[in-house]
């Protein structure tokens, strides 16, 4: 975990647009979206929680003017339930990245070249993707502490 986070605090630079991608009605898949839900309104971050159709929010991202972009979804990477990644677009053909594969690609194409904006995929493992809601423990685990190390190496909102 120490790993992500300092490759975290590396790229999150500038005005930081965080989009959490992901069905939360298909157990671990939904991971993405509620880790966004979770830190929203908490950070001096643009927070946009996608559900599974994040090219549905393209306006509200380039609005607000971002240098640097996370997006945060569930990914095939044939790791362990849990385990995490950041990626950027070159890294995407390497993994198979699940049903998002294509068109997360061309989702980073397009937010590269309409913002000018750095972009990164926060990736975890999904363990289970079933019809169902809540996670499997590995991913829940990972959640919680992308959640504490987000709220850590992020500046906080502050509160008028």
Known sequence: MERIEELLKGILKGRITVVGVGNTEKGDDGVGHILA?????KLDAF??????????????IRDSRPET?????ASELGAE??????????DIPLYGLST??????LFFEFLESDTGASVYLLAIQ??????RKGFSNAVKTRCDELEQTL??????????
Do not use: Q, W, Y
Not at 100 to 105: I, K, P
Not at 126 to 131: I, L, S
Not at 151 to 160: A, C, F, Q
């Open 100 to 105: 998002h594969n294509s068109s997360l690609a």
């Open 47 to 60: 927070v946009i929680c996608a559900g599974p159709t994040p090219e549905n929010f393209l306006r509200p």
């Open 151 to 160: 709220l850590r190496i992020l500046p906080n909102k502050e509160i008028h």
């Open 126 to 131: 999904p363990g289970d993707t079933g019809m």
């Open 69 to 73: 972009i996370l997006v945060i979804d």
């Open 81 to 90: 339930a849990g385990d995490a990644k950041l990626l950027t677009k070159e």
């Open 37 to 41: 839900d979770r830190i929203k309104g």
